[in-house]
């Protein structure tokens, strides 16, 4: 069974600093990989969706890079805001398993103004 | 519509009652996901939809679980004799193909008293 894991659970920053989360993955035999982040008490809103030919996706200050080989991705966020505190969770499909995505338990980001 | 909408956003029931969450998808959107969401802890599947059917209900906990999309639009969840660790967000996630970008809905809030 795929197993996501998230590194750090929670993290917190001043202002404008560049922070990197982190999402590992046991199972590299995987479609695709995405970033997803969810503010209290609501649902998830996609950030970036890496395809598994794909080794990176940028979105303004964001940028996810996948290396399937070694199961890691990691979510790059510049000059970071108060507004981007929220959990975030990355998600694989993978190959074998039917349709199933599996989602790590996110890290908690907390930007101090 | 705009977005993934689900209703309602918060039910609360009695153990042993039965209940019924609803989703309606983004409009065109032939994928429907079904995840369940505990605090804390990232989204766990449940079942997938493509068209009409249940194509993966690998995910379903027991037998008191059970999902329809008669049309291929609005699904609804369904679940029997309630019990207290049924309690969680229930999260509805559709996409235009199984391989794409998922869009969430906010989730429906269950409690079972």
């Known amino acids: 069974k795929q197993e996501v894991t998230q590194i750090p659970a929670a993290l917190s920053v001043p202002e404008g600093e560049n922070l990197v989360l982190n999402c590992s993955f046991t199972?590299?035999?995987?479609?695709?990989l995405q970033w997803f982040r969810q503010d209290p008490g609501k649902g998830l809103t996609s950030l970036l969706l890496i395809q598994s030919s794909q080794r990176e996706q940028t979105s303004g200050r964001l940028n996810a890079s996948l290396d399937k080989s070694s199961g890691r991705s990691t979510l790059y966020i510049a000059a970071s805001q108060p507004g981007d505190s929220a959990t975030y969770l990355c998600?694989?499909?993978?190959?074998?398993?039917?349709?199933?995505?599996?989602f790590g338990t996110g890290t908690s980001l907390t930007v101090i103004p | 519509g705009a977005g993934v909408s689900q209703t309602p956003s918060n039910k609360v029931t009695e153990k042993g009652k039965y209940v019924e969450l609803r989703c309606d998808p983004i409009s065109g959107h032939t994928a429907l996901y079904w995840y369940r969401q505990s605090l804390g802890q990232g989204p766990e599947f449940l079942i997938y939809?493509?068209?009409?059917?249940?194509?993966?209900d690998s995910g379903l906990p027991n037998d008191r679980f059970f999902a329809v999309r008669p049309e291929g639009s609005v699904s609804t969840l369904k679940i029997q004799r309630t019990e207290r660790g049924d309690s969680a967000v229930y999260l509805c996630?559709?996409?235009?193909?199984?391989?794409?970008?998922?869009?969430f809905g906010p989730g429906t809030r269950l409690t079972v008293l």
């Open positions: 996630a559709s996409s235009s193909l199984p391989t794409d970008t998922q869009y």
């Open positions: 939809f493509q068209g009409t059917g249940a194509a993966d």
């Open positions: 199972d590299s035999a995987i479609y695709n």
């Open positions: 998600a694989v499909r993978p190959i074998n398993t039917g349709n199933q995505f599996y």
